[in-house]
């Protein structure tokens, strides 16, 4: 419904931010399933290490930054300087930088596995921490409760 009243020029920086979320979501879930999947084939763990560290170069990096620059372009554009913002809107900053930290040393260990060809058992395990705190930004702003 509230799509029905909101102005044109908040449709791309709103589609942007939703976009990279959803991305983010995925590819940082590809993560996860990867490394995990990397722990119960020893066969396959190179290949799985390189998988994982090009999912965060060409997944996780990008749609993070997309998500962020579209949810400061829309929230600008709802919310100008000196409007209430209201909850939903802490939690994502809350969530996005949390999970930046967490995603900078995903990202490290991704990239020292993939030099040693053998995934680390800290790399799904953040990237699950990370899915599970985009599943909880997902509910505050979709559900606005």
Not at 104 to 114: F, N, P, W
Not at 117 to 143: D, E, H, K, N, Q
Request: hydrophobic fraction near 55%; charge should be positive; proline fraction near 5%.
């Amino acid at each position: 419904m509230l799509a029905l009243i909101r102005p044109d020029g908040w449709n791309l920086p709103l589609f942007l931010h939703v976009f990279g979320a959803i991305v983010v979501f995925g590819a940082t879930a590809t993560l996860a399933v990867t490394g995990f999947a990397s722990r119960r084939n020893d066969a396959h763990n190179a290949l799985l290490a390189r998988t994982i560290a090009r999912a965060f170069i060409l997944g996780v990096l990008p749609s993070w930054i997309l998500m962020r620059i579209g949810a400061e372009w829309i929230r600008g554009k709802e919310f100008p300087s000196g409007a209430d913002e209201p909850g939903w809107i802490g939690v994502g900053y809350v969530v996005s930088d949390g999970t930046a930290v967490l995603l900078i040393v995903t990202g490290i260990l991704a990239g020292l596995s993939a030099r040693r060809g053998r995934v680390m058992l800290a790399v799904p395990i953040l990237a699950t921490i990370c899915v599970l705190g985009y599943a909880v930004a997902w509910f505050a702003m979709s559900g606005k409760p």
